[in-house]
């Protein structure tokens, strides 16, 4: 299967100048490249879907070489953007891009040869490009009727409802030019002829392949370049894909746990998760298809969130990571299992955006349990000790995966987690994390 063939059935092209299957078919291995912007020190799941198309050039015996702008990134794409963001440093920029440097391993393969892996940074050739000299050499073959008849930039400077009346500076307005060049400096330094990315930045990746056209034909020599772009991931209903309720989902652990994340992917709906395994896992066609009616049924069971969470999150973590995470949802959801046996860590990431209230462990040594759970978390959990009486009798209240037998029991009596929690259940659902300070 050719990669446009493997693109395709798992609903990630979108779009290609013509010739590129046929020079893709023709020349092995041809060099092609994504650009990553360093804003962030770590990538999130939405980068995620552009690794994959390197992923997938890599598989098809290609080499991949993924950009890290750390110059462009002083500047900021105004490519999807409605206002002028804030620009970085060159240490913040710089730190960010050894973290995505460090992401970008788990995924491709860089030994050496002739597929193997690059990671090149743009600041290493603008560094000591000029601004007049970046004028008469490279500015001088865009016109700007070209540069602005870009969607992105009639976006910003008017001529339509989504027009942004605070305009856009020359600094964002240049973008395009700059990334237009990493293509000609790859181009005639890595012989790179394919630049790919998000669908949302084919404006900015033909200016790379109208540029190298325009130099070349002005040097009087040939050059070929071609542009690819993959889908934007979204979900069902349209809307963007790639954030939880907490925020964006990141790759790095320090930022999103490998529980949380192990979850979001797991709670993925159902009119969601076929496209996603095909677009986030390696899995061939027959084995997504087996699963896609294994879980047809019995949606319940949730068999294709399961495939796609484990083998993501084996990816992106690790296997010890992975089943970690089985671990406390097991525990967390009912499903068997010890809450003793989680790591303080994973007890705290589970319930993390759930009522984690804290009291003073003195105040609390001799009090019955009711006391804890209604005056002593300010009515939090329980509006009186009369409501703590009927849960208990009702087997409807949980200390640490123990129902609770009186509600006069002394907190002291009651073993704690790491010796300072208590996970308390009210009723199926409803669960409040008390930590004893």
């Not at 990538?43 to 750390?70: E, F, K, S």
């Not at 339509?160 to 964002?172: C, K, L």
């Not at 992975?322 to 406390?328: I, L, N, Q």
Request: proline share 4%.
């Amino acid at each position: 299967m050719s990669l446009i063939e493997e693109l395709t059935w798992r609903g990630m092209f979108h779009d290609a100048m013509p010739g590129t299957a046929e020079h893709l078919a023709a020349h092995a291995p041809i060099t092609g490249y994504i650009g990553f912007d360093p804003t962030a020190a770590s990538l999130h799941i939405g980068n995620l879907a552009t690794i994959m198309l390197l992923v997938h050039l890599q598989r098809a015996g290609h080499r991949p070489v993924a950009l890290v702008g750390g110059a462009t990134g002083m500047i900021g794409d105004p490519s999807g953007k409605s206002a002028e963001r804030n620009l970085l440093d060159e240490a913040t920029l710089r730190h960010n891009q050894a973290g995505i440097r460090a992401q970008l391993e788990k995924f491709l393969d860089f030994t050496e040869g002739p597929t193997g892996a690059l990671v090149v940074n743009n600041y290493d050739w603008f560094k000591d490009i000029g601004f007049l000299g970046f004028l008469r050499e490279v500015g001088k073959h865009l016109t700007v009727n070209y540069m602005m008849a870009k969607d992105s930039v009639k976006r910003r400077i008017g001529g339509g409802e989504d027009a942004d009346s605070s305009g856009i500076s020359y600094t964002e307005f240049s973008y395009q030019l700059l990334q237009g060049y990493d293509f000609v400096h790859l181009n005639k330094t890595l012989g790179c002829t394919l630049q790919m990315g998000a669908s949302d930045q084919w404006g900015n990746i033909t200016t790379g392949t109208e540029l190298i056209r325009r130099i070349a034909n002005a040097e009087g020599t040939e050059a070929k370049a071609y542009a690819l772009t993959g889908q934007l991931i979204t979900k069902a209903d349209g809307t963007k894909y790639g954030k939880s309720e907490t925020g964006t989902v990141w790759l790095d652990p320090s930022l999103t746990s490998p529980y949380q994340f192990y979850q979001f992917f797991l709670r993925a709906e159902d009119a969601d998760a076929p496209r996603l395994i095909r677009v986030f896992t390696l899995l061939p066609q027959a084995e997504i298809e087996a699963l896609e009616a294994q879980h047809a049924l019995n949606p319940g069971l949730k068999t294709l969130q399961k495939a796609l969470a484990k083998d993501v999150t084996i990816r992106v973590h690790s296997e010890a990571a992975f089943e970690a995470a089985v671990a406390a949802s097991e525990v967390l959801f009912g499903k068997g299992g010890d809450l003793g046996s989680l790591s303080e860590a994973t007890l705290l990431d589970a319930f993390a955006g759930l009522p984690h209230l804290r009291v003073p462990r003195a105040d609390t040594a001799a009090l019955p349990v009711a006391v804890l759970l209604s005056d002593a978390t300010d009515k939090q959990i329980l509006s009186s000790r009369g409501e703590a009486r009927k849960l208990v009798q009702s087997n409807g209240l949980s200390a640490n995966g123990a129902k609770l037998t009186s509600p006069e029991t002394p907190v002291a009596e009651l073993p704690l987690l790491h010796g300072k929690y208590l996970v308390i259940k009210k009723g199926k659902k409803d669960y409040f994390l008390v930590e004893l300070t």
